[in-house]
């Protein structure tokens, strides 16, 4: 029995490269640091500095519009360049940014710092996404993209869990604490991939941005398929991403949640999410992408549902984070691999950035909108709003497939796990 569970170990260790694992490993410490804030970042700046949580949200969207163009402007670098090269830059600019928070407590000195956070963190995603699948074959993009994100929700909670410990006082000093420890956490991630990360030798070169196959985001933007997805996606993820922005503020303040209970909240989406993101991910592999976009917006309503009743009885976050993190299963690994379906091999890394804008656009524009409702005499009108936008954004997803999903002629879907 222990050597049957050694083989099993070591074949899924030779499934993927050294240089993924080391990846995977790298991101487990970004996003332990990471996560110690992200669920405290409206609740420092707005309630603790004292900022307000509607100027709190129009930071996060000036963050995520600068965040942009910026992507957009620069997106050539991860060819030109090199993924890795730039994907070190975007985590040292991230560091410095995180590690600079405690300081901005003026709203000048507060729209700085996230407006050159911005820069670095939406380039983040796809130079992140295009080193990754620079590693792997066509057909393990799906199990690539479960790893990955098994290994940034493990540090997620992880560090959520820390947060909340750190912070669980309520005091400025534990945010300064919190803030410049996520920023030696964030850097140490960097220094890792500087030293060990390295795309392996057999992998094909992704195409330079001066070749004449880089192509353009004309061609990018003719696909209607790919364009369609997007809104898709911006609608959905306007609500997913609030989970993080709004409901730790809203639960504070609404409901009396604790700091240290808000992080266990993180840490049990964690503990489901790495129990049970892979196997989830090989069940869903024939589903089509926007039916498991609709069926992920169904179980966040019913979560959004119970966060909005969480004033009235103290047990529903916890049921709610379960539900919540059922969607959330469904709908992570499938963002990824729709966008590598759609994507021809040449023009994958102006997809996954265009994939980055819809993710940091909906993000500001969702946190500047609930900043604005969580900050007026009526904050649980919020609840109902997401609602809403997910009924739609579901409805999307089901009219996606109707137009023919990603499904291409020239090239099999991806396989998002090893399916029975």
Not at 75 to 100: E, K, W
Not at 235 to 257: D, H, N
Request: proline share 4%.
């Amino acid at each position: 029995m222990y050597e049957r569970a050694m083989e099993r170990v070591r074949g899924t260790l030779q499934r993927f490269p050294r240089s993924l694992w080391l990846l995977a490993a790298a991101n487990f410490i970004l996003f332990t640091a990471r996560g110690m804030t992200m669920p405290f970042l409206v609740i420092f700046f707005g309630q603790i500095v004292g900022l307000g949580e509607g100027m709190v949200g129009a930071g996060i969207f000036v963050n995520a519009v600068v965040g942009v163009v910026f992507t957009l402007a620069v997106a050539g670098l991860i060819d030109r360049l090199g993924a890795r090269l730039v994907l070190i830059a975007t985590i040292v600019g991230v560091a410095v940014m995180t590690a600079s928070f405690p300081l901005a407590t003026t709203p000048s000195l507060f729209f700085l710092v996230m407006v050159l956070h911005g820069c670095a963190s939406q380039l983040y995603w796809p130079a992140s996404d295009t080193f990754a699948t620079s590693m792997v074959s066509m057909d393990q993009m799906g199990e690539m993209f479960a790893l990955l994100r098994v290994a940034n929700a493990l540090g997620i909670g992880a560090g959520g869990l820390l947060g909340g410990l750190i912070v669980a006082g309520g005091t400025l000093d534990q945010y300064r604490v919190l803030y410049l420890s996520s920023g030696a956490g964030i850097a140490l991630a960097a220094l890792m991939i500087v030293t060990l990360v390295r795309r392996p030798g057999t992998a094909a070169p992704s195409p330079r941005a001066g070749s004449a196959n880089a192509g353009s985001w004309r061609e990018v933007l003719a696909d209607r398929r790919y364009i369609f997805s997007q809104v898709v996606m911006f609608i959905l993820l306007a609500a997913f991403t609030q989970l993080q922005v709004s409901a730790p503020p809203f639960l504070r303040k609404e409901a009396g949640v604790s700091e240290a209970v808000i992080g266990l909240l993180f840490a049990i989406n964690t503990v489901i999410v790495v129990a049970l993101q892979i196997p989830v991910a090989a069940r869903i592999g024939s589903w089509g992408r926007g039916t498991t976009f609709a069926v992920a917006a169904l179980f966040w309503i019913v979560a959004y549902a119970m966060i909005g009743a969480s004033p009235w009885l103290s047990l529903l976050p916890f049921a709610a984070i379960i539900i919540y993190t059922v969607g959330e299963m469904l709908f992570m690994p499938t963002t990824g691999v729709l966008v590598v379906e759609l994507a021809p091999e040449r023009l994958r890394g102006r997809y996954l950035a265009g994939s980055s804008v819809t993710w940091g656009l909906a993000w500001g524009v969702a946190s500047w909108g609930s900043g604005a409702i969580l900050g007026s005499s009526s904050p649980l009108l919020l609840w109902p709003a997401l609602i809403g936008v997910l009924i739609v954004g579901g409805l999307g997803g089901l009219l996606f497939d109707r137009m023919g999903g990603t499904r291409r002629a020239a090239a099999p879907a991806v396989q998002l796990g090893d399916g029975d």
